[in-house]
């Protein structure tokens, strides 16, 4: 074969691999853009073998070792209304809002 002449196979390899890093390109500045929205990780509110609370009439928090009440001065929140990742829904809300001494939810005082 004369040198200045491609292999047809050669070729189909080329543009294969060619196509292939373009796509894997591609693919790559989509989720750098995108700020890997679709990967994204937030923390546990609490540990494995531990729950939440919350401090009555304040915005404060902690987390309590399973199977011990919580400290004085702290609460449960309420059912369904659990904080369990950072940021989520109910980690937000309770930035706002807390429990009273009647257990009833309430805003939270200014500056808290």
Not at 85 to 107: A, F
Request: charge should be positive.
């Amino acid at each position: 074969m004369p040198p200045n002449v491609t292999r047809p196979r050669t070729a189909s390899r080329r543009r294969t691999r060619t196509a292939a890093v373009a796509a894997l390109t591609g693919a790559a500045a989509v989720v750098a853009l995108s700020g890997c929205s679709g990967l994204s990780f937030r923390d546990d509110i609490c540990s494995d073998g531990e729950y939440p609370v919350m401090t009555i009439g304040g915005t404060g928090s902690a987390c309590v070792k399973d199977g011990t009440k919580e400290p004085k001065g702290y609460t449960r929140y309420p059912e369904g209304k659990v904080p369990q990742k950072v940021d989520d829904k109910w980690d937000v809300y309770w930035r706002t809002h807390t429990v009273d001494k009647k257990g009833d939810i309430v805003d939270a005082p200014e500056g808290e």
